[in-house]
């Protein structure tokens, strides 16, 4: 049983670019969040999909955008970016049950150069 | 506003020894709290959590933490560390009333010297 997968593991853009980066959760999980973790930071809540909607979003700017597909994968596009945009960012899948186990992936490593 | 607070960056202890990692909170209502672990170049594993009822959980690899309402803390707890518990441990907090956004603290350095 596969946990949750990210793609890519690694990314290098310049400012200006745009990115999308891929994830695939649990097996059996229909709730996948996003988070940023800045190094040697916790990791930030950017915004949560259910049943293809977002239902909750942290604050970060309309440049972060997201979709969840009918099979419970999602992407997380970020627009215009900018030097403060390089991070780690993980995707983490949940059950939607309410007792809110996340389940990680290992996350991509964007920097913007 | 809703926040966790890990209040040291680092925490050092000797194998064999117990230890402590510190959390505090802060929200209007009722809380989850979780613990999750971070290991190099990975993401996140979950530890335990903290719903309702009895003020000590158990989670995985022999961790605890103890709930404490009047002091708004959260501390995670082992009595034996092992030098493979050396790693990053994240506090986070879900209000009951929010059912999607979980708040991680800043973390905590763990690391154990043999």
């Known amino acids: 049983d596969a946990g949750v997968t990210q793609s890519p593991t690694h990314l290098i853009k310049t400012r200006g670019q745009q990115v999308t980066l891929r994830c695939s959760p649990k097996?059996?999980?229909?709730?996948v969040s996003w988070y940023q973790q800045a190094l040697g930071q916790g990791p930030q809540f950017i915004f949560q999909y259910y049943e293809e909607e977002e239902r909750q979003r942290g604050n970060f700017p309309d440049r972060f955008s997201g979709h969840q597909f009918p099979n419970y994968s999602s992407e997380l596009n970020v627009n215009a970016l900018l030097l403060g945009d390089s991070a780690l960012y993980l995707c983490a899948s949940s059950d939607g049950d309410g007792n809110e186990k996340l389940f990680f992936g290992s996350g991509t490593q964007l920097s913007v150069l | 506003a809703q926040s966790v607070a890990q209040p040291e960056d680092q925490v050092n202890v000797a194998e064999g020894n117990p230890l402590t990692v510190k959390c505090t909170y802060s929200?209007?209502?009722?809380?989850?709290l979780f613990w999750y672990v971070q290991y190099p170049n990975r993401g996140l594993q979950f530890l335990l959590k903290?719903?309702?009822?009895?003020?000590l959980v158990k989670g995985s690899y022999g961790f605890e933490a103890e709930f404490n309402k009047s002091q708004t803390s959260f501390h995670l707890k082992k009595p034996s560390a092992l030098v493979s518990d050396s790693a990053l441990y994240f506090c986070?907090?879900?209000?009951?009333?929010?059912?999607?956004?979980?708040?991680f603290g800043s973390g905590t350095r763990l690391s154990i010297r043999p």
């Open positions: 903290y719903i309702t009822g009895d003020n």
């Open positions: 986070a907090v879900r209000l009951y009333s929010s059912a999607s956004k979980i708040i």
């Open positions: 097996s059996g999980h229909d709730t």
């Open positions: 929200v209007s209502g009722n809380p989850y």
